[in-house]
């Protein structure tokens, strides 16, 4: 499945942004979704992920009440609201996706799409 992230861009500590990834495929619903995130020097990180019904939802422990995941199947989309976003929120986001019931999630994934830059400034 091909993932195309975006809503990436500039923004001042405290602002909220809103990532979207799309995912054109008839087969949206068998995925489970997430975000990772790295920062220039760093690994890549989990940050969020969302099961293949919305139901489930998971949380890195530093988004954990600022980041909300989401997805609407019927519009093959995946969200991540990005509230008081924090100078080291900066980093490239990526959107991902893997078979629901796949063994090993909500951190494994089979497919990534490209980044979306989130820079923070204080």
């Known amino acids: 499945v091909q993932l195309q992230a975006s809503g990436g861009g500039l923004v001042q500590a405290g602002d909220s942004l809103t990532l979207s990834c799309a995912a054109p495929?008839?087969?949206?619903?068998?995925?489970?979704l997430g975000w990772f995130r790295q920062a220039p020097g760093k690994e890549r990180e989990f940050v969020s992920a969302?099961?293949?019904?919305?139901?489930?939802?998971y949380y890195a422990d530093s988004v954990k009440g600022r980041f909300t995941i989401s997805r609407d199947n019927a519009k093959n989309m995946v969200y991540l609201q990005m509230n008081s976003l924090r100078p080291e929120d900066t980093a490239v986001y990526y959107c991902a996706a893997v078979g629901r019931d796949t063994y090993g999630w909500p951190y494994n994934y089979d497919y990534w799409g490209q980044g979306t830059q989130v820079t923070v400034s204080s």
């Open positions: 495929t008839r087969t949206f619903n068998r995925y489970a």
């Open positions: 969302i099961s293949w019904s919305g139901g489930s939802t």
